[in-house]
């Protein structure tokens, strides 16, 4: 009996202490939406920004694992699959976002990239790691007429059809992430492995600038600036994003995590001066209701959320 209370306690702490790690996730990620649209704004390209937002930002997190002594090494095994992720997710995913912001607000870009936690409930469910009931039907409807409103009730001043297009896929592309890391980081240490994830989104952005002609330094603190503010807000939020998720798993996690748009909209309204038209707030709340329904439509598999 005794054995059962402490376990039940200790679960409720790591379920606790993931709670808010993934809210100052959600937190830090909506002031990074600021800080990059103030920085695309300023005429810095994409692929520039984020390659040397995540380069400053797995530069601090080694600073970081060195100043607490742990290693820098993933895990045996662990390494390539991180850099793969970093790769083929989060720098994808990151490039679509972004570029998504260059074709809409961010309120309605983050409102249409939240329907995220949808694709990872039906990833879930085609992987064989959950049964969906009627939430996840509800979920849909709700999320898709929510995206609807959001695009079709807002006009073009809110978001065109390319922003759509690159919010929904880094939203599909992000499910796929999130699904990834929390079936790879199993041994790795939290902050080791937002390293490794940042500092391979770096080098694949890196090239990607190169590539597309569109490589380009920072000029002046006006575009440094931002892109200092991103790198640490980033460091901060991938640490707290890997800690969180290895306490809640992949589904638990998105549920949280659907405060960031109500954070990015409230401070793009604060220092972006942009207005939150009803469309958008009406369409949100959908978005909203149907993230948080689609990630309680299955039941977390046995050791989704892995121990600290």
């Known amino acids: 009996m005794a ?14 202490t993931g709670g808010v790690l993934i809210g100052l996730t959600s937190l830090q990620f909506g002031a990074v939406v600021i800080l990059g649209k103030i920085a695309t704004r300023s005429g810095l390209s994409v692929p520039s920004l984020l390659a040397i937002r995540f380069a400053i930002a797995a530069v ?3 600073v970081a694992l060195v100043a607490i002594r742990q290693p820098l090494a ?16 989060y720098a994808l995913e990151a490039l679509l976002f972004f570029a998504g912001l260059t074709h809409g607000s961010v309120p309605a870009v983050t409102l249409l990239f939240f329907t995220y936690p949808v694709f990872v409930s039906v990833i879930a469910f085609l992987t064989g790691r959950g049964l969906p009931g009627w939430l996840l039907g509800g979920a849909l409807v709700s999320a898709v007429a929510g995206a609807a409103i959001v695009v079709l009730g807002g006009g073009s001043a809110v978001i065109d059809g390319a922003g759509v297009a690159l919010s929904l896929s880094s939203a599909l592309t992000f499910a796929l992430y999130l699904s990834g890391a929390d079936a790879v980081l199993k041994r790795t240490n939290s902050l ?3 390293m490794w994830v940042s500092g391979a989104a770096a080098v694949a952005l890196a090239v990607c600038a190169v590539a597309s002609g569109s490589a380009e330094a920072p000029d002046g603190w006006h575009q440094w600036g931002p892109v200092v503010g991103m790198a640490g807000l980033t460091a901060g939020a991938f640490f707290c994003l890997f800690a969180g998720l290895r306490r809640l798993g992949a589904v638990r ?9 109500l954070a990015a909209a409230a401070l793009a309204v604060i220092f972006l001066d942009e207005h939150l038209h009803t469309a958008t707030v009406a369409g949100g709340a959908l978005i909203l209701a149907g993230a ?5 439509a299955r039941r977390p598999a046995r050791g989704e959320a892995p121990g600290p």
Do not use: K, N, Q
């Not at 054995?3 to 606790?16: E, L």
């Not at 948080?292 to 309680?296: D, F, G, H, I």
């Open 74 to 89: 993933a895990a045996r095994g662990e390494g390539w699959r991180l850099i793969a992720l970093g790769v083929a997710g």
């Open 60 to 62: 601090l997190l080694a």
């Open 192 to 194: 080791a492995g937002a």
């Open 292 to 296: 948080v329904a689609a990630s309680l």
């Open 253 to 261: 996690t998105s549920i949280i995590a659907a405060t960031e748009p």
């Open 3 to 16: 054995d059962t209370v402490a376990r039940t306690r200790t679960s409720a702490s790591a379920d606790f």
